[in-house]
């Protein structure tokens, strides 16, 4: 018989799991909380934080950098927030160091894992809210495929789009009107669209997206988000522009009766 113990910290879960297999099975598991605070650092480990040491200046130089500034905090809510309003315009803004001209950029909450604080932001900050190795991409979309994707964020309930388009959902996940830069979608028209390359493979409750055609996915470390993010605010801290982002109306949800 094996017996596993789970210690749960206050930042960290290690679970150890028992092998079941043959005549083998858990018999009870037993956990104990161990809260992690400043008592730990009455009596430091002078040879633990000499080792340390080495590893966190060489973080610190690579996290601690200032990249820009923000007007506000921005984080992330549905239907529509700040923090997903700023990313998908950042995708369209990025079209034009890769030649493109995308119609609309969709940017999935889900892959936004951290608040923006207000004032300076670190590139560790930008790390954080995109920890993944999400890569930015373009495709197109058939207008049929667009409204399907339309329909598919209803049902979600909101997800991070720019600001040239305006979706009415009801709170029952229907679409109810898709305007892109002031006007219907066309379903005869094919729709330059910026995302990541997740999305592109019609992930997290898109599967539209799996539709695209002439899709450019740039595979380079460089394309990753977090870089593109960063170079968004350092662009604007060259000006002396602070980043910033409202609520507009791009996703408006009204009660289906």
């Not at 670190?122 to 667009?146: M, Q, R, W, Y």
């Not at 229907?174 to 995302?195: C, F, H, P």
Request: include cysteine; glycine fraction near 8%; charged fraction near 25%.
């Amino acid at each position: 018989m094996k017996k596993t113990k789970t210690y749960l910290l206050l930042f960290a879960l290690v679970a150890c799991f028992s092998a079941c297999g043959g005549n083998y099975k858990v018999t009870s598991v037993e956990r104990t909380r161990i809260i992690v605070d400043s008592t730990y650092d009455v009596l430091p480990n002078d040879e633990a934080q000499a080792f340390l040491n080495v590893y966190r200046a060489k973080v610190d130089s690579i996290m601690s950098p200032v990249v820009g500034h923000t007007a506000r905090v921005m984080s992330v809510d549905r239907p529509e927030s700040l923090l997903s309003n700023l990313l998908s315009d950042i995708l369209v803004w990025a079209g034009q160091k890769y030649g493109e001209s995308p119609e609309f950029g969709i940017y999935n909450m889900g892959g936004m894992r951290s608040s923006l604080p207000k004032g300076a932001v670190t590139f560790g900050k930008v790390l954080e809210l995109a920890p993944f190795e999400n890569k930015i991409c373009f495709l197109s979309l058939k207008g049929s495929d667009v409204l399907d994707l339309f329909r598919q964020i209803a049902v979600i309930g909101g997800e991070g789009v720019s600001g040239n388009l305006r979706l009415v959902i009801t709170d029952k996940g229907k679409l109810q009107s898709a305007k892109i830069n002031g006007e219907d979608v066309d379903v005869n028209r094919i729709y330059r669209v910026a995302t990541i390359d997740y999305l592109s493979e019609g992930n997290d409750r898109m599967p539209a997206f799996a539709n695209h055609l002439d899709l450019v996915s740039p595979k380079e470390d460089h394309n990753d988000m977090r870089y593109i993010i960063s170079d968004y605010f350092i662009e604007h801290e060259k000006r002396g522009e602070l980043v910033d982002a409202k609520i507009e109306g791009r996703i408006v949800v009204e009660s289906e009766k």
